[in-house]
């Protein structure tokens, strides 16, 4: 009875509460903190941070990233990785730029975009998961071969696009108040949410990710799993490659490069565990607006661009480190 | 003894001659393979360049002026460049036409061919050492762009005001000569003032990402953004045309098709035209008279011609 605890005395209690809760709850919340912390760090730094219009700029430059994170941390979790996105986006750009200037017609071009990189990534899962090959090698792979595709179909050139009112996917905004990228970047983590915490699938990914044989010997189908991973993040590339073909208001084949990188970044930052398994929705978001902070902070504070992707580096080392000392005390 | 020597040398003399004379009528016979190493061939403006070196290349082919030629794609990285140069040489080409990746890492491309005493002609943007070695160098002056961009800007707003500078990839000699260009006669205006240069590596993307935050930060103070090259101006003036601010001049070089769509529109003030396609084809132009051992000018430089909505029918694509 009474107190389990042996030896000089209990740990002492922090916000009210023990040691383990309180590591739980730094874990699950603790990078809400930090992106709080930026918020009131920034907002004293900067007279211009703390405005509507930054924070809805702020908001819409990250959606696209964030678009792709959400697909990112579902292939994570499902103990892969998918470095073919960037690629992605330049494929999708260039089939939106075709198809505007044959058909002339906006949901022709979002849907074959989508469609187009829906199927591929429907490949990199077949790779992965039918053949056992390593995720990280097979996009590796298959990202030269959708870049390449792109400069095929495009002939290297970029065009402007046929029908005007697509650019508005990417610099309109609805009601004038609210940017469509950031709506959209709201319906992708809505329907994430929902997949990864609300359905069996989602349960799936969490099983195949973190224990691949328990999940085998509980009767999960690993492959159908993983397949359905990649597709989700080739679908979720296709989003993100029209959100950004409009905002540049061009289809280019030669745009996405490095874009993986955010999208990882962001996971890790968000609490994703690289050996699958562990991961949240609303974490991935928090990290996209991290980093998206970072550079907006970055610019308004007038630090050199160069410093800024040593800072992002940095930050997802700390990240890590940060999560392998919450999680060493378990 | 003294005989013997004699008709042994005189052999051997008789001998050397008839041996260079082959050689030498080998060589005249020798058959010309052009390696033209590009640059990349995935930026809008090279792959208009790399497509009318093509066809001028073919005809040469066609008229048989040269035997044959191959493209090697630099991929935008000079180390690229400097290996290629070596399997070309290793391949039998005998004449190069050079798109340098870098001013200073594309440098050995040309040190190169001059230490295998084979002519080489620097296309577009110069090495450090193209005045040196080259055969000859055709090309724009890129400080006469940037200082174009900038006359064009102070044309347009004569009360001045604050701007920002979106850079092409830091190295290039294109980056640096138009930024040179730019500070030339923002630097001399009391009028202007610069809020930076960013980093925006060729991209419009990037340069979208940037100008959202410029724009943030200096609010109705920016007037200007003037860009590296024209995919980024045309995208940044997008950009600005949709938040309502369509009194910023967004400016950029080469005369892609997107921008001169949006110039033709009106949605897009001005961009300067890079006549790209008139620098390789008047490169290739002097492959037949270097090799009849004419002397060629060192130097061909073709202008940029600033494109409005008065001119852009001209130019469209």
Known sequence: MGNTTSGAGMAPKRLGMDQQDFSLFMKRYGIVFVMIAMFVVLSFASPSFLSVNNIRNVLSTVALNGVLAMGMVIVITAGGIDLSIGAMLALASTTVGVMLKMTGNNLIACTAAVLICTTLGFVNGILVAGFNMFPFVVTLASQLVIRGLGYVISGGYSFALANPNFSQIGLGKLFDAIPYPILILLGVTIISYILMHWTKFGRYVYAVGGNINAATASGVSVKRTRVLSFVISGAFAGIAGIILTARINAAQPNIGVGYETDAIAACVIGGTSFAGGVSTIPGTLVGIVIIGLIYNGMNLLKVESYWQTIVKGLLIIGAVLMDMTMNKKR | ?317
């Not at chain 2, 590009?38 to 792959?47: E, G, M, P």
């Not at chain 2, 208009?48 to 082919?61: C, Q």
């Not at chain 2, 949605?267 to 290739?284: E, F, K, M, S, W």
């Open chain 2, 1 to 317: 003894m003294k005989r013997v020597s004699a008709v042994v040398l005189a052999l051997c003399l008789v001998l050397g001659i008839v041996v260079c004379t082959s050689a030498g009528a080998q060589a005249a016979k020798k058959p010309i393979k052009v390696a033209y190493l590009a640059k990349n061939t995935v930026d809008a403006f090279h792959a208009t360049l790399n497509g009318a070196a093509k066809a001028s290349l073919d005809a040469l082919v066609a008229k048989g002026t040269i035997a044959s030629w191959q493209l090697y794609d630099g991929l935008t990285d000079p180390m690229t460049q400097v290996s290629l140069i070596e399997d070309a040489i290793n391949s039998g080409s005998n004449f190069v036409i050079l798109l340098p990746a870098e001013s200073q890492g594309s440098a050995p491309v040309v040190t190169r061919c001059a230490k295998a005493g084979i002519p080489v002609i620097v296309v577009n943007s110069q090495t450090n050492n193209t005045a040196e070695l080259a055969t000859a160098f055709v090309g724009s002056n890129d400080v006469q762009a940037g200082e174009m961009m900038a006359n064009n800007v102070i044309e347009q707003v004569p009360a001045g005001g604050k701007y920002a500078h979106m850079m092409g990839i830091v190295g290039n000699s294109a980056q640096q000569q138009r930024g040179q260009g730019i500070a030339n006669v923002m630097g001399k205006n009391s009028k202007w003032q610069s809020v930076g240069d960013y980093a925006a590596d060729w991209s419009a993307d990037k340069a979208v990402q940037f100008a959202t935050d410029v724009l943030t930060k200096y609010g109705t103070t920016v007037k200007a953004i003037i860009c590296d090259n024209d995919d980024m101006s045309s995208a940044v003036q997008a950009y600005c045309n949709s938040v309502n601010r369509k009194d910023i001049v967004c400016i950029g070089v080469d005369g892609n098709a997107g921008p001169l769509a949006m110039v033709k529109k009106g949605t897009l003030r001005t961009t300067v035209l890079q006549d790209g396609a008139a620098q390789v084809n008047a490169a290739i132009a002097l492959i037949p008279e270097i090799l009849a051992g004419k002397t060629v000018q060192k130097s061909i430089m073709v202008p940029f011609t600033l494109i409005t909505s008065k001119n852009v029918d001209k130019y469209l694509k």
